[in-house]
């Protein structure tokens, strides 16, 4: 029997990586095979649809016309639901359609299908329940208020896959384009291995072996209205370099030192030594990315005066070396064609 799937739909919802999801699973069984000159499988390994919470045509996220094949709650109920990005403001109340959905995946779930997200997609299972008190993992960028938002899960954000819950009928993956290491296993794990490699060769899908750290920014965006804070980070990311920035920063804040970081903390999350190794560590990302110095002179550049130990940093920060980091952003450098 085909594997009932549901991709869920809503005008907050990207479509682009749904309509993906879609032909992907459709190739199963076909596309290799008809390349090869075999009799593709006589019946679908997936039976995917496309369904919103009232089956209604909707604009997505970027005013195109989409029109699901059905409700959410329309026979017949799935084995397996995947919830793709989600463009919301995730500081706001859910919009009713997303609240909507979140109900029905948390009362899906508890009927035995396996629940997955994608990329912000994550938030919509943290908003159903069915997260608590396990590990997932989210888009880099949205980590955060994940976390603060719901305590009771453990993002992991260096983390491309995250099986979870019994029998892992809960996985979360990473930013958007993880979705292709989502349904790859997927694929492997209810058709098998095998099936998932094809597919893999035929639609050119690369794994994220090396995570997601190498992609997110580490600049820190938290929001606060602490105006010495504000004024200390403003003077930090000018002077990050320096050999003793945090020592200068409390000195020029007035303030005793313990004062100043622990007010630093609560403002930011960060103590005032993570925020300058992040704000070191970014820089480092652009000159190894836009130019050809030296590593060694860019640990210097950026402020650390021994090279091991901004190796060491770098590849906490990053999940790589530098040198490998540079090789593959360094890819992209392509000039314009004369």
């Known amino acids: 029997m085909p594997i009932k799937t549901v991709i869920i739909g809503s005008p907050h919802v990207g479509t682009a990586v749904a309509f993906s999801i879609l032909d992907v699973l459709a190739s199963v069984g076909r596309d290799w095979e008809l390349l090869h000159g075999v009799t593709p499988s006589p019946k679908p390994y997936f039976q995917a649809s496309l369904r919103t919470l009232d089956g209604a045509p909707y604009l997505d996220v970027n005013g195109r016309k989409v029109t699901p094949d059905d409700r959410i709650d329309a026979e017949p109920l799935p084995d397996l639901v995947i919830v793709p990005d989600i463009h919301a403001d995730f500081s706001q109340p859910l ?9 029905w995946i948390a009362k899906i779930h508890a009927t035995g299908a396996t629940v997955t997200s994608i990329c912000s ?18 888009h880099w960028g949205v980590a955060d208020i994940i976390s603060s938002q719901f305590p009771d899960i453990r993002i992991c954000k260096e983390r491309i896959l995250c099986p979870a819950g019994e029998g892992h009928n809960l996985i979360t993956a990473g930013g958007a384009s993880s979705w292709a290491d989502l349904i790859l296993y997927l694929i ?11 597919v ?15 992609f997110a920014s580490l600049a820190n965006a938290r929001q606060h209205e602490d105006k010495i804070i504000t004024n200390a980070q403003v003077w930090l990311s000018e002077n990050y370099m320096n050999a003793s920035p945090v020592t200068e920063a409390v000195e020029r804040s007035g303030m005793s030192a313990r004062g100043f970081l622990r007010r630093f903390r609560r403002a930011t999350g960060q103590s005032p030594a993570e925020y300058i190794q992040c704000l070191r560590i970014e820089e480092a990302k652009q000159l190894l990315e836009t130019t050809q110095m030296a590593i060694d002179d860019i ?3 950026v402020g650390y005066s ?3 130990s901004f190796r060491s940093a770098f590849r906490k920060h990053v999940g790589m070396s530098a040198s490998v980091y540079r090789r593959k952003w360094q890819a992209l450098n392509v000039s314009a064609a004369k």
């Open 95 to 103: 919009p009713k359609d997303l609240a909507g959905l979140a109900d």
């Open 121 to 138: 997609g994550t938030f919509l299972l943290a908003a159903s329940g069915v997260l608590d008190g396990k590990e997932a993992t989210t």
């Open 188 to 198: 492997a794990r209810l058709v098998d291995p095998e099936a998932a490699r094809r």
């Open 200 to 214: 893999a060769k035929v639609w050119l899908l690369n794994t994220h072996n090396d995570g997601q750290l190498n």
């Open 299 to 301: 640990a210097n550049d």
């Open 306 to 308: 021994e090279p091991s």
